[in-house]
């Protein structure tokens, strides 16, 4: 499955920190747990890449 490819798997998203310093990305679909857990620095840095991904896709939806 690519970028570009839709689905109909429903998920549940939660993003906060924790309680030793990370900020933890969790993803729930289908019983199936994903924690995932990134420095302040590299949430940052995703932040920016959802960001820049938002701008370009506003460019495509006009």
Do not use: C, H, Y
């Not at 679909?29 to 896709?57: C, L, V």
């Amino acid at each position: 499955m690519g970028i570009n490819t839709e689905s109909d798997v429903e998920a549940n998203l939660q993003i906060g920190p924790t309680d030793q310093g990370f900020v933890r990305i969790f993803i729930e679909a289908g019983g199936t747990e994903i924690p995932m857990d990134f420095d302040p620095e590299e949430a940052e840095e995703i932040a920016e890449e959802i960001r820049a991904a938002a701008n370009a896709a506003r460019k495509v939806a006009k």
